[in-house]
């Protein structure tokens, strides 16, 4: 299924809470809106025209959002990937530098340079590079979770 053909799925309102708060998180850290706030902010997170993905703070943190695009580099629909535990979108070998960037955002609140390989759920490789990720934190400061937005990335061929 390509981007154009997905659709966001039903959310619960508790659901669409969590998703709200990648982008007023972002908001509140660089002050400057992740989409276009015209409109229904779920649909333009969903819609947006670079990958957006978040995790929750499970001890083993879940993805609870991806976007269109997102899905379509992961090779998965909405229900699988919100099942999924991120560190399970990196290689084994890679697994213990995505950790160190993650301690890294949670030290800074955010970063706009991490590069890094992602694998989709039918094993491709790809090179995902000057990726944004954050804390994810709700009104009162509270932590949420970490989000990311790419738009720049390569297929990597085995």
Same mark, same amino acid.
């Not at 979108?89 to 890094?116: K, M, N, Q």
């Given at each position: ?36 706030? *015209? =409109?229904?902010? $779920?649909? %333009? ?8 993905? !978040? ?59 991490? *590069? =890094?390989?992602? $694998?989709? %759920? ?8 000057? !990726? ?27």
């Amino acid at each position: 299924m390509t981007a154009a053909e997905m659709h966001l799925p039903h959310l619960t309102d508790a659901h669409r809470q969590r998703i709200l708060c990648i982008g007023e998180s972002y908001q509140r850290l660089t002050r400057q809106a992740l989409v276009s706030i *015209a =409109g229904n902010p $779920i649909e %333009a997170l969903w819609s947006a025209p670079f990958a957006i993905v !978040a995790h929750g703070m499970e001890p083993d943190p879940i993805f609870y959002f991806g976007n269109r695009i997102a899905l379509t580099l992961f090779e998965m629909d909405f229900d699988a990937f919100t099942r999924l535990p991120s560190r399970f979108s990196a290689e084994p070998l890679l697994r213990e530098e995505r950790a160190h960037l993650l301690e890294r955002v949670t030290r800074t609140g955010i970063i706009d340079d991490y *590069a =890094g390989v992602r $694998i989709s %759920a039918t094993g491709k490789r790809f090179r995902i590079s000057n !990726a944004r990720v954050w804390n994810l934190t709700h009104a009162d400061g509270t932590a949420a979770g970490q989000a990311a937005a790419f738009s720049q990335w390569t297929h990597i061929d085995d």
